[in-house]
């Protein structure tokens, strides 16, 4: 069913909106609010259907490794059916392609549950207006033009425009990503073109409450809301395949080609030979079966796995097990600011008093920091410094014209509890030595006005009987029992200010030095600071008086620190090749601030706005987004913009967020990112990973992870790859050599397959990482899983292994020995010394021989379970081999051994060509 268009509503008066909806102040009929229901339909996200079960097996049987398999069982199966044998082979085949699928479907069955968790952000009870009364109903029946009536506690269930409002303050963090209340006017008309952030007159569904009530009419319901976009963008978000999946389906592709091509040949030379067909057919199914590394799905899957238990403990949780390698992939980190790459606590860094600018130190929370004072150029007629107390005054100011309380945790651990802007007065209190909780206990307030956006500011009365908290105030304060103070924005507080204190005490303001504190606040926010003015007012009688003739005590800014880690993260991720990228909805000179504190840009370099993109065309984004790192006042649907722009530049992207709106780009980038602690669950839903610390320093330590992955993932792709390569020339020989039958059969290539060359690569896997994983640059977007030399090393050590066992064979052949067990026992024991070879690229004898036990046991493991093969009876009997006599089995071993001898020798001689390289 189509859904109405939201209005600008923001750009209308409440009387323009009631007449564009058909609505008014006495709310919707009952039988109008039914006809239009019956039009739009309910007040409900609309989900998009995914895949289904039986699809998501279907397409596990597409991969074309599979497919050939799937065949090889079918040809196998009939040609045992016309010797008159049972068709284990072809039993066996089967099996491994079902398990195979089976473990491919247990991956991706995982119901996708972003869009439910939308939808559980609706509210179930609303306050409405019908037939001119207050009835509550279901939010899944409102329509437009419906009056609502909001409280504290409750969640906007629609988009709507605002008719009232008593100190409504609005939580849109879900939908904006910034964790502030936003105070709400009922009065303001704003530009058509306002982005999302800046809207104050409207609400928007899935927000929450937080502050006073408000009434509004219901401007955009179900998919037509801000929410509901969001849906639809999750709905249309691509899901980008990882590196790794594109590598294996290159690999697959590769391997099924090679092998068609490969039969073809042998077949053809075969018939010319005079091999019967039935023969080639036989070492045809083999060689199919060779070329296909069926335990390879199965190690990734481990070593994915593996790899996710070791970034748990690093704080970082994989929802996805190819997001593990991916990760080690990673060309671009676009980053939230709060709380990922800052602390998400407000903390004061610098106090304005007198002519005097004094540096706060200290991390977090803690009280514990130095006050570092610097005397400042004074406006004219002031003496320099400042007077006797006067700081102190500020300070125990900024405390008691708050609500935060600083408590210190069971764990030693300080918090806030309240507003984080007022909790940071409370802590710079505390560093000065100002006990918050005795101070307001000793001096009590009567009366305040609360903060609102249009006032701009909040003040207090408090009790001051013996006069000592207004001493520094001089004469103007004696004979005073209560003291007015307020704070506020700096041009606002100035205003009302008559006098102020510089280093000669309390004396009045002149317009020269009123504009050169108001010179004062600008330079601070300039610098990304969150600025605060103090002013008091002795004699002061309540709020019934006008905030006038104060005295300015000073100004206070604040910043939510970087995390200390973060600075030694942005500068590895450099080293790394890896591009971080800030993206915020915050204002554009604190993420300058931010972004040049922590070394991600100059401190002269470009912030791009949400408006900026909004306006560029697809074409100038992608070359914006390879040009600009930092970015502010970015709505969701931007942030999705630069992931596909630089994707559309072949980068590979990790995408962290928080929100509701960063669920699309979540969802779209290679790896989202989504946080552990203040993450909403649909962002958790949509993205790949969860970071458990909310911390940017721990995807950097997950993208090392990721690197130790690949390379581990690497490492046994060559080792499993080039003894595939090895069975596959043998089995082809052995026609093309005269012999008859088969020197594998596609059972004991199973075996190899699966126990031979799986058991020793997954403790490959295990392998702990070489130095310099993050000294090097990430592997190129992609490129081939055989780039970097393991094409060629496949081919080549695939050679070299078929060569000594072809020699084998023929020696066992002439010497009428059982060749084509002593073939089988040699591929498998040459395997064991090829698995201890892959390793490293140093000589072994460079390697600790100890630091991967579990090699050395699956080496003896495998080698144990082979020698079963041969001397058990219904083991010998099943997979079709020989009891070895000690002489033969010898000569197995001897052979086996020149590939590992060839393996280290030629490591050796390579070290020895670069040393030579690097002398000349």
């Given at each position: 069913m189509s859904r109405p268009q939201s209005l600008s509503s923001h750009s209308l008066t409440p009387e323009q909106c009631f007449q564009e909806l058909g609505s008014s102040s006495s709310g919707l009929s009952t039988a109008e609010a039914a006809r239009r229901f019956a039009d739009a339909g309910p007040n409900r996200l609309e989900l998009a259907k995914g895949r289904s079960t039986m699809q998501i097996l279907w397409d596990q049987f597409s991969n074309v490794m599979l497919l050939m398999l799937l065949a090889v069982a079918a040809v196998s199966a009939a040609v045992a059916i016309h010797k008159g044998v049972f068709p284990k082979d072809a039993i066996a085949i089967l099996v491994i392609v079902g398990l195979n699928g089976l473990l491919g479907y247990l991956q991706e069955s995982k119901a996708q549950q972003a869009l439910l968790a939308l939808r559980n952000m609706a509210q179930p009870m609303v306050q409405v207006r019908r037939n001119a009364e207050w009835q509550r109903l279901p939010s899944e029946e409102l329509v437009l033009g419906d009056l609502i009536r909001l409280e504290a506690g409750d969640r906007v269930p629609a988009d709507a425009r605002l008719v009232e409002v008593a100190e409504l303050g609005v939580r849109e963090a879900a939908l904006t990503g910034e964790a502030e209340a936003v105070f709400k006017q009922a009065n303001l008309l704003l530009d058509a073109s306002t982005p999302l952030l800046e809207r104050q007159n409207c609400l928007f569904q899935g927000t929450e409450v937080v502050r006073g009530r408000g009434v509004a009419v219901v401007t955009a319901t179900a998919m037509a809301t801000e929410l509901g976009q969001i849906a639809e963008l999750i709905n249309t978000a691509g899901g980008e395949s990882t590196p790794l999946q594109e590598r294996l389906d290159g690999l697959a592709k590769v391997l099924v080609i090679s092998a068609l091509a490969l039969v073809a040949v042998v077949m053809l030379l075969g018939l010319l030979l005079g091999q019967s067909l039935l023969n080639l057919l036989e070492v045809s199914l083999s060689m199919a079966v060779a070329i296909v590394p069926e335990g390879l799905p199965a190690v990734i899957t481990v070593t994915l796995a593996i790899g996710t238990q070791r970034m748990v403990k690093r704080a970082a949780l994989i929802r996805r097990l190819p997001a593990v390698e991916a990760l080690g992939s990673v060309t671009v980190i676009c980053?939230?600011?709060?709380?990922?790459?800052?602390?998400?606590?407000?903390?004061?860094?610098?106090?304005?008093?007198?002519?005097?600018?004094?540096?706060?130190?200290?991390?977090?929370?803690?009280?514990?920091?130095?006050?570092?004072?610097?005397?400042?150029?004074?406006?004219?007629?002031?003496?320099?410094?400042?007077?006797?107390?006067?700081?102190?005054?500020?300070?125990?100011?900024?405390?008691?014209?708050?609500?935060?309380?600083?408590?210190?945790?069971?764990?030693?651990?300080?918090?806030?509890?309240?507003?984080?802007?007022?909790?940071?007065?409370?802590?710079?209190?505390?560093?000065?030595?100002?006990?918050?909780?005795?101070?307001?206990?000793?001096?009590?307030?009567?009366?305040?006005?609360?903060?609102?956006?249009?006032?701009?500011?909040?003040?207090?009365?408090?009790?001051?009987?013996?006069?000592?908290?207004?001493?520094?105030?001089?004469?103007?304060?004696?004979?005073?029992?209560?003291?007015?103070?307020?704070?506020?924005?700096?041009?606002?507080i100035i205003s009302n200010c008559s006098r102020w204190i510089d280093g000669s005490g309390a004396l009045p303001l002149s317009q020269e030095q009123q504009q050169w504190w108001l010179e004062q606040a600008r330079a601070l926010a300039a610098q990304g600071l969150r600025v605060l003015a103090f002013a008091c007012a002795p004699h002061h009688q309540s709020p019934d008086h006008p905030l006038d003739e104060q005295v300015l005590l000073g100004l206070m800014a604040q910043l939510d620190p970087a995390r200390p880690e973060v600075i030694k993260a942005i500068a590895t991720c450099k080293h790394a090749g890896i591009r971080p990228v800030m993206i915020t909805g915050d204002h554009p000179l604190t993420a300058k601030a931010i972004g040049s504190g922590i070394g991600l840009c100059e401190p002269d370099g470009?912030?791009?706005?949400?408006?900026?993109?909004?306006?560029?065309?697809?074409?100038?984004?992608?070359?914006?987004?390879?040009?600009?790192?930092?970015?502010?006042?970015?709505?969701?649907?931007?942030?999705?913009?630069?992931?596909?722009?630089?994707?559309?530049?072949?980068?590979?992207?990790?995408?962290?967020?928080?929100?509701?709106?960063?669920?699309?780009?979540?969802?779209?980038?290679?790896?989202?990112?989504?946080?552990?602690?203040?993450?909403?669950?649909?962002?958790?839903?949509?993205?790949?990973?969860?970071?458990?610390?909310?911390?940017?320093?721990?995807?950097?330590?997950?993208?090392?992870?990721?690197?130790?992955?690949?390379?581990?993932?690497?490492?046994?792709?060559?080792?499993?790859?080039?003894?595939?390569?090895?069975?596959?020339?043998?089995?082809?020989?052995?026609?093309?050599?005269?012999?008859?039958?088969?020197?594998?059969?596609?059972?004991?290539?199973?075996?190899?397959?699966?126990?031979?060359?799986?058991?020793?690569?997954?403790?490959?896997?295990?392998?702990?990482?070489?130095?310099?994983?993050?000294?090097?640059?990430?592997?190129?977007?992609?490129?081939?899983?055989?780039?970097?030399?393991?094409?060629?090393?496949?081919?080549?050590?695939?050679?070299?292994?078929?060569?000594?066992?072809?020699?084998?064979?023929?020696?066992?052949?002439?010497?009428?020995?059982?060749?084509?067990?002593?073939?089988?026992?040699?591929?498998?024991?040459?395997?064991?010394?090829?698995?201890?070879?892959?390793?490293?690229?140093?000589?072994?004898?460079?390697?600790?021989?100890?630091?991967?036990?579990?090699?050395?046991?699956?080496?003896?493991?495998?080698?144990?379970?082979?020698?079963?093969?041969?001397?058990?009876?219904?083991?010998?009997?099943?997979?079709?081999?020989?009891?070895?006599?000690?002489?033969?089995?010898?000569?197995?071993?001897?052979?086996?051994?020149?590939?590992?001898?060839?393996?280290?020798?030629?490591?050796?001689?390579?070290?020895?060509?670069?040393?030579?390289?690097?002398?000349?």
């Open positions: 980053s939230d600011k709060t709380g990922t790459l800052t602390q998400n606590r407000q903390v004061v860094q610098e106090l304005r008093l007198g002519t005097e600018c004094i540096a706060v130190a200290g991390l977090g929370y803690s009280p514990q920091g130095e006050l570092t004072s610097q005397l400042l150029a004074p406006p004219p007629g002031a003496t320099p410094g400042s007077f006797v107390g006067a700081r102190q005054l500020l300070l125990k100011a900024g405390v008691l014209c708050s609500d935060a309380e600083l408590k210190q945790n069971s764990d030693g651990n300080w918090e806030i509890l309240g507003d984080p802007t007022e909790g940071a007065l409370v802590v710079v209190a505390a560093k000065d030595g100002i006990d918050g909780f005795a101070l307001r206990s000793h001096f009590n307030r009567f009366a305040e006005i609360p903060f609102s956006s249009e006032r701009q500011l909040m003040a207090v009365w408090i009790n001051d009987p013996s006069g000592n908290l207004q001493a520094p105030l001089g004469a103007a304060a004696d004979g005073s029992t209560q003291l007015l103070i307020s704070k506020g924005a700096p041009e606002v470009q912030v791009v706005l949400g408006r900026e993109l909004e306006a560029a065309s697809d074409e100038k984004l992608r070359e914006l987004v390879m040009q600009c790192s930092v970015y502010a006042r970015v709505p969701p649907e931007q942030k999705l913009r630069i992931v596909k722009a630089l994707q559309a530049n072949g980068q590979v992207v990790a995408m962290t967020g928080d929100g509701v709106n960063d669920a699309p780009a979540l969802k779209q980038a290679h790896i989202g990112v989504a946080m552990g602690i203040t993450g909403t669950e649909v962002s958790k839903e949509a993205a790949d990973m969860v970071l458990l610390d909310d911390n940017f320093a721990t995807i950097v330590s997950a993208v090392e992870e990721g690197r130790l992955v690949y390379a581990n993932i690497r490492r046994f792709v060559k080792y499993i790859l080039g003894s595939n390569v090895g069975e596959l020339i043998t089995i082809a020989s052995a026609p093309l050599l005269g012999l008859v039958g088969v020197p594998l059969t596609p059972l004991q290539i199973l075996w190899m397959n699966l126990v031979t060359d799986g058991v020793p690569a997954l403790a490959l896997a295990l392998e702990p990482g070489e130095k310099g994983l993050m000294d090097r640059a990430p592997a190129e977007p992609g490129e081939s899983i055989f780039a970097r030399g393991i094409g060629r090393y496949i081919l080549r050590v695939g050679v070299i292994f078929a060569l000594i066992v072809i020699a084998l064979m023929f020696y066992a052949a002439r010497h009428d020995s059982p060749w084509e067990t002593m073939v089988f026992t040699t591929l498998c024991l040459a395997q064991m010394g090829h698995a201890l070879s892959a390793r490293s690229d140093l000589p072994l004898f460079q390697v600790a021989p100890f630091s991967n036990p579990w090699l050395i046991w699956a080496v003896l493991l495998t080698s144990g379970l082979q020698l079963l093969l041969l001397y058990v009876p219904w083991l010998s009997n099943f997979f079709g081999t020989k009891a070895l006599s000690g002489h033969d089995l010898l000569i197995c071993v001897g052979f086996s051994f020149l590939l590992f001898l060839y393996l280290e020798l030629e490591k050796i001689w390579k070290q020895w060509r670069q040393k030579v390289a690097a002398h000349s």
